[in-house]
């Protein structure tokens, strides 16, 4: 023990736990910043050597209701006093099925649902479309350039963007295919989506073959674009009208992150089958798929299910979650902080002119940053803006398929005076980057 203590004291500094990161971790898995954090409380978290950030990533939109939130960890313990795991094909307990009550009743609108529950939010999605080619006995899946589905074989099928997802993984699974995405900054319109969605159909695979469209209401890694209420009306009255299963991604937009307690609920529609994960649990591993029962019944006893998908534990973090959000406060929140948010973020795009547009809906913002000269995505200098920002003490991070947008998923407990620093360093990270700062 004595050994083990000794070894443990002399990681005490950010250097030493990375060298040993680089000698046993695969490269494959990247660390945005060469931190190594050791606890975090709320919207922040501190690193070995004791330095306080703020945390505006958040497990990537995994922490909606906050680091260590403390009806989460009372919720955890507990349940580990009582049961740690059963595995729900061996034994059914009362968190998972109470999990699923509540999912459904949360996601159907009055309409009779069904859910299961997984691990990673890739698993959701490959059983989603599982689901909706046992139903429909098509097997055409319909994806958007530039969304993010996971990492596994299908989910980087499904994701629009070759690197550094597809690298030399192939061959892919078949019977995927591709449309736009509407993005206005980049003169892609709903029509044009459209119009490509009836192009595909009229040369590639009829929608009578057709089993899923998925999309994410908002892109998460493609951009933070968000799809418009008229776009996912057009889309559910599409599939409804070829009888193809709508799938909305849900994983990254979910439990609050849009100021509605699902990204969908902004256009007015109801999906068949919706993707969670993410915030769901508060920061222990858990995903499902949530659909109309008629949908979900469709698999035979035996072809869904995982060994750890509905673990007790993350079934307790996940009720306590949706605890927290059933008085609708922090959902609230999420559209008071994320107005703030964006109309500071307006201002900074007019002092910097290299933010090209501000987009987001709730606490789901962005902004673009591109080349001031050419007007073309600028890379280089987001990562640089990214640097700048950690030093100062915020982590952020980027996305978009040209890595060119500085995303914000701060926790929905996010006080104002931490938004308030965060815009500052933000500020102050945009002028080093651009040189206006020595």
Not at 188 to 214: N, P, W
Not at 234 to 256: K, N, P, S
Not at 294 to 321: K, R, S, W
Request: net charge negative; charged share 20%.
């Amino acid at each position: 023990m004595d050994n083990l203590l000794a070894e443990q004291q002399t990681f005490s500094d950010n250097g030493l736990f990375l060298d040993t990161r680089e000698e046993h971790v695969a490269r494959g898995v990247v660390t945005a910043h060469p931190l190594v954090i050791a606890k975090g409380k709320g919207a922040e978290v501190w690193d070995v050597e004791g330095n306080r950030y703020l945390d505006f990533v958040a497990g990537i939109g995994v922490l909606n209701v906050g680091h260590s939130h403390p009806a989460v960890v009372a919720a955890v313990t507990e349940q580990l006093q009582q049961l740690s795991h059963a595995c729900f094909q061996v034994a059914a307990y009362p968190g998972y099925i109470e999990l699923a009550r509540r999912l459904n009743n949360a996601v159907g609108a009055g309409e009779k649902f069904k859910s299961v529950f997984f691990t990673s939010g890739a698993e959701a999605v490959e059983n989603a479309v599982k689901i909706a080619r046992a139903y429909t006995n098509r097997s055409g899946i319909v994806a958007f350039d530039g969304a993010f589905h996971g990492r596994t074989l299908l989910g980087c099928t499904l994701t629009g963007m070759s690197q550094p997802y597809k690298q030399n993984f192939g061959p892919f699974p078949g019977e995927i295919y591709r449309v736009p995405f509407p993005n206005a900054f980049n003169g892609i319109s709903d029509g044009d989506c459209l119009q490509a969605l009836d192009t595909l159909f009229a040369v590639q695979i009829a929608a009578e073959r057709v089993a899923a469209i998925i999309i994410e209401p908002v892109q998460g890694d493609g951009g933070f674009l968000p799809a418009s209420p008229a776009f996912m009306q057009a889309l559910r009255e599409l599939t409804q009208r070829h009888g193809i299963v709508l799938i909305c991604d849900e994983v990254q937009t979910g439990f609050g992150r849009t100021g509605k307690m699902f990204g969908f609920q902004h256009a007015g529609i109801v999906p068949d089958l919706v993707t969670v994960a993410k915030s769901l649990g508060g920061g222990l591993p858990i995903s499902g798929v949530v659909g109309k029962a008629e949908i979900m019944e469709a698999p035979t006893p035996g072809g869904l299910g995982g060994t750890y998908g509905g673990n007790a534990l993350a079934c307790a973090a996940a009720l306590a979650v949706l605890d927290l959000l059933a008085d609708g406060s922090l959902l609230a929140r999420a559209n008071q902080l994320g107005g703030e948010l964006n109309a500071r973020l307006h201002q900074l795009a007019d002092k910097y002119v290299c933010i090209g547009e501000v987009r987001g809906i709730g606490f789901m913002q962005a902004v673009e940053i591109i080349d001031v000269e050419s007007g073309l995505p600028d890379a280089a200098l987001t990562q640089r803006i990214l640097d700048c920002a950690s030093q100062e003490g915020l982590l952020l991070i980027k996305c978009g398929i040209k890595r060119n947008t500085v995303r914000f998923l701060a926790p929905l407990v996010t006080s104002d005076s931490q938004l308030e620093e965060a815009l500052h360093i933000f500020d102050i990270a945009l002028a080093r980057a651009t040189g206006r700062l020595g």
